[in-house]
């Protein structure tokens, strides 16, 4: 008789899936080559969404040293809850994942990536934050045996405002970026694309201020409208941007948190954090046409689960009382700083042309769509494409990939090309929230037009 293997079932802790390669991939939505620059992309998502929660233009500085990576704005400061939470890989710590709003960063995954990436790739690990009158020093590293991570996490008093994250990577100013699909970021180093990276960032948000420090040189983009303003983190979402199925999980957040030490909140004052119902005459109005008042956890049936037809009714006459937001205030980049933009990078100026649409796309949800062209007098194409004011590193949809073709523009012409789509919910089929859904949703039900 052959001899037979007896298996044994092995138990493995899911807290040790953030540091493999395959799972970061998932989550950063890209291969380690690029790793080091979608941190840093990560970071100033979320620097830029907390300045912008502030009466202050936001200021970003990127610092890039040979052996470690810093990120500081001049936002609030990152608590050192979130801080704490975030090093707990049994959950996911977000204060947008919940909400349908415009932001940069939504799934909530930044900084678990940012502690495992430096030790999955290096087999070192080690953060520093400085935020909130605390130092945080966060050195990974994993028990195998045990198969789970280890993080030592120590603090000491700092005064320093915003937040300032370091990421310690072992030669990481010359980490080769080379990614097969893209001429972009082909046999090129860190310290080669972050300069690319941040001046994309730079044409998307015209209030903020970008200092970039490589070695050997430093760069700054000066903001062209410091008082330019788009939809806010901390402005209220509107009731006509949740689906119900949106609608519930939101509430059973705001349950879940009540039971974890959380403060239990009132329908009303549920009803109140929205858009166009902060008035008490709107929020008495919404509970008496629904039929639903007390607190939020009264929505959860015997069954353990919220009550559906209770959640839509709620949402109807949400809907009914408030008005839907208009496409605009979602925030419009404008024509004077993209053709600024675009003449600064090699554009003639007569060249320019600029189009803006806005609509309600046949998902429900209001729209801003701008695009930019340029001709230059050197080869090869010079191309931004921003998702809610943030660069993506690749084109994010076939429909999007179709119209450059139908265009003809190709990599080797003399084109500068600047697309920027802004939403408050996008089809994200990646964590890395660089694709999207190939259905072309954006088809402008009501348009406007500037330029040609």
């Known amino acids: 008789m052959a001899e037979q293997l007896n298996r044994i079932a092995f138990t493995t802790d899911r807290t040790l899936e953030f540091f493999t390669e395959s799972e970061l991939r998932t989550q950063l939505g890209y291969g380690r080559e690029l790793w080091p620059v979608v941190l840093v992309k990560e970071l100033i998502d979320n620097g830029l969404d907390a300045g912008e929660a502030t009466a202050v233009a936001p200021v970003i500085t990127v610092t890039l040293e040979a052996d470690a990576i810093t990120v500081a704005d001049n936002g609030p400061g990152i608590s050192a ?3 704490e939470k975030s090093l707990d890989y049994y959950v996911r710590i977000s204060d947008k994942k919940g909400y349908i709003s415009p932001t940069r960063g939504q799934l909530g995954n930044a900084l678990k990536c940012v502690w495992a990436a430096p030790f999955v790739v290096t087999g070192e690990g080690l953060v520093e934050v400085t935020a909130c009158g605390l130092h945080h020093r966060i050195q990974v590293g994993i028990d195998r045996i045990a198969q789970r991570p280890q993080i030592d996490h120590t603090t000491e008093p700092f005064v320093q405002n915003g937040t300032s994250i370091t ?9 080769e970026t080379g990614w097969r699909s893209s001429e972009l970021y082909k046999d090129k180093t860190v310290a080669d694309v972050l300069p690319q990276i941040v001046a994309d960032y730079a044409a998307l948000n015209p209030h903020a201020t970008f200092h970039l420090k490589v070695p050997d040189r430093e760069l700054e983009f000066a903001a062209s409208d410091p008082g330019w303003s788009k939809w806010r983190t901390n402005q209220p979402t509107s009731s006509h941007w949740y689906t119900r199925e949106h609608l519930r999980d939101l509430i059973a957040a705001y349950v879940q948190d009540e039971r974890d030490g959380g403060r239990a909140r009132t329908v009303r004052e549920f009803v109140a954090e929205f858009d166009g119902l902060r008035r008490s005459r709107h929020q008495a109005e919404v509970t008496d046409e629904a039929g639903i008042a007390g607190y939020l956890h009264d929505l959860v049936g015997g069954d ?5 037809t209770a959640v839509q009714k709620l949402l109807t006459a949400m809907r009914a009382h408030s008005r839907p937001v208009k496409p605009d205030r979602l925030g419009v980049i404008g024509k004077d700083h993209m053709t600024k933009v675009l003449a600064e990078r090699g554009a ?3 060249s320019i042309k600029y189009k803006k649409d806005t609509g309600i796309g046949n998902d429900g949800l209001p729209f801003v769509v701008e695009g930019a062209f340029g001709v230059k007098e050197t080869r090869g194409l010079d191309r931004i494409i921003g ?3 943030s660069p993506v590193f690749k084109v994010p949809a076939g429909y999007i990939a179709d119209a450059l073709s139908s265009c003809r523009v190709q990599p080797n012409d003399p084109v500068v090309l600047a697309i920027h789509l802004a939403c408050p919910r996008f089809p994200f089929v990646d964590h890395g929230k660089g694709a999207l859904a190939d259905d072309n949703i954006y088809e402008a039900v009501d348009q406007e037009e500037d330029g040609e």
Do not use: H, M, Q, T
């Open 387 to 389: 998702l809610n004011f």
């Open 81 to 83: 809850n979130i801080i």
């Open 348 to 350: 003639a100026p007569e």
């Open 167 to 175: 990421v310690r990577w072992a030669a990481v100013a010359s980490y």
């Open 304 to 308: 353990g689960d919220l009550d559906l």
